[in-house]
């Protein structure tokens, strides 16, 4: 099976654009969910969704959003973006159900803000 | 809200060396994973433990699930430079599909 893919896997930004990050997860798994990792913050949960629908959330403002489409596959856009908001973006995949609950990492996506 | 803690933050070994990490969470668990991350790389899964008191093994890794289902424990017996990177535990409280990460145990091993 193919691994969770995400694109891009690097971007530039300015303060105060908006940007658009995308995940295809492994076949099959209908839970998508999206982390933000930074050295001083560790993993951070911004949100998961699970057939189209936002089932869980972290602690992030709104200007964090997300979706997720039929196929499964997710984007996660954040608007006015801060110069904190440079980081790795990780979208992970999982079956969810009571069997499986393992997390499948994409690569991430690098984002700088300057 | 559940909290998971992880320590030590950063551990130096001589290769050669054992390794252990230990997590513990502010409130009763499902089930526990754990994972590693390479340097520049991302979170790969290595396990996942569900039973109270259970005990896993993958080649030199051992992995422990408290009685009580409150804490675990990665063991890594002689450490090579191949296992150099962070290791993530990640708790799971009932009914929640999502892990909380603990902020991880980066192994630094020297030849």
């Known amino acids: 099976k193919a691994g969770v893919t995400q694109t891009p896997r690097y971007l530039i930004k300015t303060r105060g654009q908006q940007v658009t990050l995308s995940c295809s997860p492994i076949?099959?798994?209908?839970?998508v969910s999206w982390y933000q990792q930074t050295p001083g913050q560790g993993l951070q949960f911004l949100f998961e969704?699970?057939?189209?629908?936002?089932?869980n959330k972290g602690n992030f403002p709104g200007r964090f959003s997300g979706r997720q489409f039929s196929n499964s596959r997710s984007e996660m856009n954040v608007s006015t973006l801060e110069l904190g908001d440079s980081a790795l973006y990780l979208c992970?995949?999982?079956?969810?159900?009571?069997?499986?609950?393992?997390?499948?990492f994409g690569p991430g996506t690098r984002l700088t803000v300057t | 809200g559940q909290q998971v803690m992880q320590i030590p933050q950063y551990q130096h070994v001589q290769e050669g060396e054992d390794f252990t990490t230990y997590c513990n969470s502010s409130?009763?668990?499902?089930?526990i994973q754990w994972y590693k991350q390479r340097p520049g790389g991302h979170p790969v899964f290595l396990i996942q433990?569900?039973?109270?008191?259970e005990v896993k093994k993958q080649k030199r890794l051992t992995f422990q699930f408290g009685e009580a289902k409150k804490n675990s424990s990665l063991h890594i017996t002689a450490t090579q430079t191949t296992d150099v990177g962070t290791y993530f535990c990640?708790?799971?409280?009932?009914?929640?599909?999502?892990?909380?990460f603990g902020r991880g145990t980066s192994l630094i091993v020297h030849p």
């Open positions: 992970a995949s999982s079956l969810a159900d009571r069997r499986s609950y393992e997390q499948y």
């Open positions: 076949s099959g798994h209908r839970s």
């Open positions: 969704y699970f057939s189209e629908t936002q089932r």
């Open positions: 409130t009763t668990l499902s089930n």
């Open positions: 433990l569900v039973k109270s008191g």
């Open positions: 990640a708790g799971l409280a009932g009914g929640s599909y999502i892990p909380t």
